[in-house]
């Protein structure tokens, strides 16, 4: 079955604590995608990558990293986490697109992390 | 750089109620736009999208969509709505930025259908 999967589904940590939000997909997609997802304020982009070992920033990156060393994995790291990271995280990939676009910009979510950040 | 309006945060409906829900974007170029849907507790699934030809698009569970582009509006439709389609609805838009293409959202309309 295609899917997307992140580990874990809910977490609460402390201000400080470091943490990593995995994410796997086994659809062979290069482009994947971070986003976190607040009340009032939708979805925002934190990182994508567009394939192995390449990333980039999105909306909302300050406090967060990224790194793609294989196709499928793409964690999200807080390094310090604080309470304003509070929030539900979605990781999103998307096969790739026509004329070396790299995604279609139909995007497959992940069930979601909620993360509590006291 | 892309952005998305979606005019009405939350619509409560009875059953049987037609529902049209708002959805303009602000994008010069070509642009793809799609509608998601979150059902509560899941994550979001894909309910339809536009990519090119009938600008009237169909897709599941009875949900369609009119691209405008005269108004760069992509309104979702349905008809007569069930209890079932409880759930929050984001339109979303993508468009061209360097070798990807960039999706952004629009904050979501959350739909409350009563029996």
């Known amino acids: 079955e295609a899917q997307v999967t992140q580990n874990p589904r809910y977490l609460i940590t402390v201000t400080g604590k470091k943490l990593t939000v995995t994410c796997s997909q086994n659809?062979?997609?290069?482009?994947m995608s971070w986003y976190r997802q607040d009340p009032g304020l939708g979805l925002r982009q934190i990182y994508y990558s567009m394939n192995v070992e390449v990333t980039d920033k999105g909306d909302v990156p300050e406090g967060y990293k990224v790194s793609r060393k294989e196709k499928r994995n793409f964690p999200l790291i807080l390094e310090s986490p604080s309470p304003n990271q509070t929030s539900l995280y979605f990781c999103?990939?998307?096969?790739?697109?026509?004329?070396?676009?790299?995604?279609?910009?139909?995007?497959?979510f992940g069930e979601g992390s909620r993360l509590t950040v006291l | 750089a892309q952005s998305v309006s979606q005019h009405n945060h939350h619509v409560i409906l009875s059953e049987a109620a037609s529902l049209e829900l708002g959805c303009n974007y602000s994008y010069g170029g070509t642009v793809n736009l799609f509608w998601y849907v979150q059902y509560p507790g899941q994550h979001l699934q894909l309910l339809l999208k536009?990519?090119?030809?009938?600008?009237l698009v169909k897709g599941i569970k009875g949900f369609e969509a009119e691209f405008i582009k005269s108004k760069f509006s992509f309104n979702l439709r349905k008809p007569s709505v069930q209890w079932s389609d409880t759930a929050e609805y984001f339109c979303?838009?993508?468009?061209?930025?360097?070798?990807?293409?960039?999706?952004?959202f629009g904050i979501g309309t959350k739909l409350q259908v009563i029996p």
């Open positions: 979303a838009v993508n468009a061209r930025s360097g070798g990807y293409q960039k999706v952004t």
């Open positions: 999103a990939s998307s096969q790739k697109g026509l004329a070396g676009v790299a995604n279609t910009g139909e995007l497959f």
């Open positions: 659809m062979n997609h290069e482009y």
């Open positions: 536009y990519f090119s030809g009938d600008p």
